[in-house]
């Protein structure tokens, strides 16, 4: 019997660290916690909770309802929530005029939760799609999205959630320049202290699927006005990492305070490289489709769920992100002991 790589290395035996659970805990490189977690919520304009049956376990709460979810996170540790609309199909039209409205959804949620939790930050997302009836984030003329025109528009928006008391606004619709536009448009009205967390690296993803489902978001493609079937204009080619570092360094550029990476556990890779070219906050989206593959399995009993969560959300701090935007947040932190 040959014993060669022993007798080559005698005492090298890594498994000596993980015989028994006190050392493995000494020597972990990354932990998780509840301050890692960013809830992804979704507030729609009825009463109660109407789940979202392509996401098990999530649905979309009334203003009320967000609140209460507001002092449940501050309860659990979880220092933010990020909140999207579902706002009635008859509201919506080709160019989101709801958008900016100061007496929608948004609004009053946002207002709802930092009146029931102001120790909680609220996320907004900039973003026109929840209110176009075709889907896109932007303003479509001969069947092409126009990029000055709809951050016109998201600057109106971002002002507004601004002005309902919100902490972050994350510019979610890929737009160029919006970030510097929105920077700008903040500055002279004086909010200075605006965080931007950017949509930087946001890839035209099948993993968003559920999600729209949940915002009841237009069918792309189909509606009253000319469309393109997908967002590959302005979201990017899964096949590109260079071209993510260039996004990134732009927004930083033009003003962002932290930065996302999204969907999340397929572009792992582009967290791990943002985050060793630029060290700022990297933030990775868990998005809806990564959420829904998960609760699948889990409820067919071909996952573990306590232990795939915590697997899953372990990775992206290993990957070096400074958070997770997640469906599963406040599942997660009641497992991390919250
Ligand atoms: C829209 C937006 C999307 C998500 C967040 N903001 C969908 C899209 O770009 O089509 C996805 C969230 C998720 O899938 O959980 N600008």
Redesign the pocket.
């Known amino acids: 019997m040959s014993h060669a790589p022993l007798a080559a290395y005698p005492a090298l035996r890594l498994r000596r660290l993980r015989q028994s659970d006190w050392i493995r805990r000494l020597v972990r490189e990354t932990v998780l916690t509840p301050a890692d977690l960013i809830w992804?919520m979704v507030v729609h304009e009825g009463e109660g909770q109407v789940p979202v049956p392509s996401m098990p376990g999530v649905a979309r709460l009334s203003v009320k309802e967000c609140a209460k979810a507001a002092i449940e996170a501050r309860r659990l540790g979880i220092p933010a929530i990020a909140v999207?609309p579902h706002i009635d199909g008859s509201k919506k039209d080709a160019i989101g005029s709801k958008a900016a409205d100061p007496d929608g959804v948004v609004a009053r949620a946002v207002k709802a939760m930092k009146d029931a939790a102001p120790e909680v930050g609220i996320m907004c997302?900039v973003?026109?799609?929840?209110f176009t009836d075709h889907?896109h984030?932007g303003l479509i003329e001969n069947g092409k999205i126009l990029n000055d025109a709809t951050i016109e528009r998201l600057v109106a928006q971002g002002l507004m959630q601004a002005a309902a008391g919100a902490d972050i606004l994350a510019p979610?619709?890929?737009m160029d320049g919006r970030c510097g536009i929105l920077r700008q448009a903040l500055e002279s009205a004086g909010y200075q202290d605006m965080m931007i967390m950017s949509?930087a690296a946001?890839y035209a993803?099948a993993?968003?699927?559920?999600?729209?489902d949940?915002?009841g978001?237009g069918k792309l493609g189909s509606g009253p006005v000319e469309n393109p079937g997908d967002?590959k204009t302005y979201?990017m080619d899964y096949a590109n990492s260079d071209e993510a570092l260039r996004e990134v360094a732009l927004d930083i550029a033009e003003g962002a305070d932290m930065v996302m990476v999204?969907?999340g556990l397929p572009y792992l890779d582009i967290v791990q490289r943002v985050v060793d070219a630029f060290h700022v906050p990297t933030f990775a989206?868990?998005?809806?489709?990564?959420?829904a593959m998960m609760k699948a399995a889990t409820q067919n009993g071909w996952l573990d769920e306590d232990r795939a969560i915590l697997e899953s959300l372990g990775a992206f701090k290993r990957a070096g992100a400074a958070g997770i935007?997640t469906?599963f947040a406040p599942q997660a932190a009641k497992l991390l002991g919250a």
């Open positions: 992804s999207f997302d973003a026109l799609d929840p889907g984030d979610s619709d890929m949509y946001k993803s993993f968003y699927g559920p999600y729209r949940a915002i978001s967002k979201q999204k969907p989206f868990q998005v809806s489709g990564e959420y935007i469906y």
